[in-house]
Each structure stands twice: as structure tokens, then as C-alpha cells.
């Protein structure tokens, strides 16, 4: 059993997870942000996700600029700046981390919580507890996105987690052993949406999978009356963009309990210099083919 400490984090034992080395600060470009169903549009002030009269769950737009911030990752980094391992595996129970952890999300909640650019806290960037009871990771969450909803009544609180751990066909990704078990996760009073991810070539999965593995999430989602956020999604095969990328997009806009979907990642070419940003194999270019099928083409669809 995890012992609390007066801010409602435990204190030990010490147990770790890992989560990806990038920072989940992202800023969502204005022409993504409409009213339909699968961008993401801003909250309004005091918002809760709301459903719309045919029970598919939408937030409601505004004219903010959303912003995702994670707090954890900037925690981590202070983290890691006092260990000597580069590593992404940090204690969530430490002491360390049970003194910095708290002091870090009010200071940082307490700059930002009425600003109108702040979308909603992401706890982490793809957090996992591999070979963990899931009760680790569900604990750690109760008690984190409690402690933020105690600083902070008005913007929405989500996990930032892959989807990992509910029922489907047994295949990797459905596991729970990454210590994550979704629907325990989403169901938790203070997170207000559930994310989830879809990268095939990492998980030993065929592209075609995803669609199942959409339409999973969204029917948890409508059972528990809360939005998905399909947050993360790409394949590496440059040919495979348009055709593969597009049919999830359709799936997830079919899909009942489905809010949106933001594809990894955004590229576009530096005014500047002329150069492109960076192309990790996923990466969409403005202006490009693949943008009008995955971006133009997209919005045409949602209406």
C-alpha cells in the first residue's frame, strides 16, 4: 500500500515509469480548431465535456488558442537534471519526487490557471509501469489529477497515455502489462477526457488493426460519458500517409464517444531558411498531398 503524505502524494515504497523523451507541449494550429467532430476545439471557461443530442461526444469551441501542457515532462527533466542517467524511467513514489512533484504543479498551475491559452493539463507524455500492478499508475493518477483539480476548477485534465490495457484480442497494445488499465484510468472523477495513441510499426500490428483498436476506445468512452481524444497516430511508410492515415480518420469520426484526432506530426518549411522541420517518418507538410487528403479533405468530411 502506497503511504500518503499531506499533499496526497505517496511516499513509498519507490516505484518508476517511463514515459517517451519529448515534450508534449504542443500548440495547435488555428485552422485546426473548428466546431466538428474530429478537431480539437478549445474550452470555454468552467467547461466540463459535454455531449451533443445524438450522444456523440464533442467539446465546445471557442475562439482560444488550445495548448496541451504536460506537466510532468517539465517535472522530469528537473528530475533528471539532479540524477546522472539520461534515462526516461523515473520514480513516481521517491521521495525525490513525492518533495518536487506537488511544489512543481502549483507553481506551475498557479502561473497558468487563468490563462486562456491552456487547453487542458496532460500528466504525462505515453506513461508506463512495465510489469506493475496497474493500481500503481491508476493511484498516481487519482492523486495527481486530484491535487490539480484542488488548484485549478476550470481547465480539463487528461492522462497523455497510449490507450494500453482493455479488453480486444490479446495482441500487445490490449495488454496491461505496461500497468495501464484505460478504462480504470478514464473513469476517474477528475479526468475529464481519454487520450490514446496508434503507431503499428512500433507495436507489431497491422495498419488495418487501428480500426478496431479506434472503435475500442470510443465504445469505453461512451460508456463512461466522457470524450476520446484520439491524440496520436502515424505511420512511417510515406505512401502509406494518405490511404492508411485517412481510413483511421473516417473511423474515428464514425465513431460514437470519439471528440477528435491530431495526427504526429505537423511539418511545415521555415520562411527563413526555406528548410523543412524535421522528418521523423510521420511527419504531414503543409501545403503538401498528404495534407490535403489528412487535413483539407479531413475537415471537408467533418462539416
Known amino acids: 500500500m502506497l503511504e500518503q503524505t499531506a499533499t496526497g502524494f505517496p511516499s ?4 518508476t515509469m517511463s514515459m517517451s523523451s ?26 466540463a465535456p459535454s455531449t451533443s443530442s445524438s450522444s456523440r461526444a464533442r467539446l465546445r469551441p471557442s475562439t482560444r488558442e488550445p495548448m496541451v501542457s504536460s506537466v510532468w515532462m517539465r517535472l522530469s527533466r528537473r528530475l533528471r537534471s539532479m540524477a546522472s542517467s539520461s534515462s ?9 519526487t513525492a518533495a518536487w512533484q506537488p511544489t512543481f ?12 491559452a491552456v487547453f487542458a493539463w496532460e500528466l504525462a507524455n505515453e506513461p508506463r509501469c512495465n510489469g506493475c500492478q496497474t493500481s500503481v499508475l491508476t493511484s498516481w493518477i487519482r492523486q495527481t489529477s486530484n491535487y490539480i483539480r484542488s488548484l485549478d476548477s476550470d481547465h480539463m485534465i487528461t492522462v497523455g497515455d497510449e490507450g494500453f490495457g482493455l479488453a480486444g484480442d490479446g495482441s500487445y497494445p490490449y495488454q496491461f502489462t505496461e500497468g495501464i488499465d484505460w478504462a480504470a484510468n478514464l473513469a476517474l472523477p477528475n479526468i475529464s477526457f481519454g487520450t490514446f495513441h496508434l503507431y503499428p510499426g512500433s507495436w507489431g500490428v497491422s495498419n488495418s488493426w487501428g480500426n478496431g483498436w479506434i472503435t475500442a476506445h470510443a465504445k ?16 512511417t511508410n510515406a505512401a502509406d500517409h494518405c490511404p492508411v492515415e485517412s ?17 504526429w506530426q505537423l511539418g511545415d518549411t521555415i520562411p527563413s531558411t526555406g528548410q523543412q522541420t524535421h522528418n521523423d517518418g510521420h511527419t504531414i507538410y503543409y501545403g503538401s498531398a498528404d495534407w490535403k487528403c489528412l487535413v483539407d479533405d479531413h475537415i471537408k468530411r467533418i462539416g
Open 220 to 235: 469505453i468512452c461512451q460508456q463512461l460519458n466522457k470524450p476520446c481524444l484520439f491524440e496520436e497516430y502515424g505511420v
Open 105 to 116: 504543479i502549483k507553481a506551475v498551475i498557479s502561473r497558468y490557471r487563468n490563462s486562456n
Open 22 to 47: 519529448w515534450d508534449t507541449s504542443r500548440r495547435l494550429d488555428k485552422r485546426f480548431c473548428g466546431s466538428g467532430g474530429s478537431t480539437m476545439p478549445s474550452p470555454t471557461p468552467a467547461q
Open 247 to 263: 481510413q483511421w480518420q473516417k473511423t474515428s469520426l464514425g465513431a460514437t464517444g470519439m471528440a477528435g484526432d491530431l495526427f
Open 12 to 15: 513509498s515504497p519507490t516505484t
Open 88 to 96: 526516461s524511467t523515473l520514480s513516481t513514489t521517491g521521495p525525490t
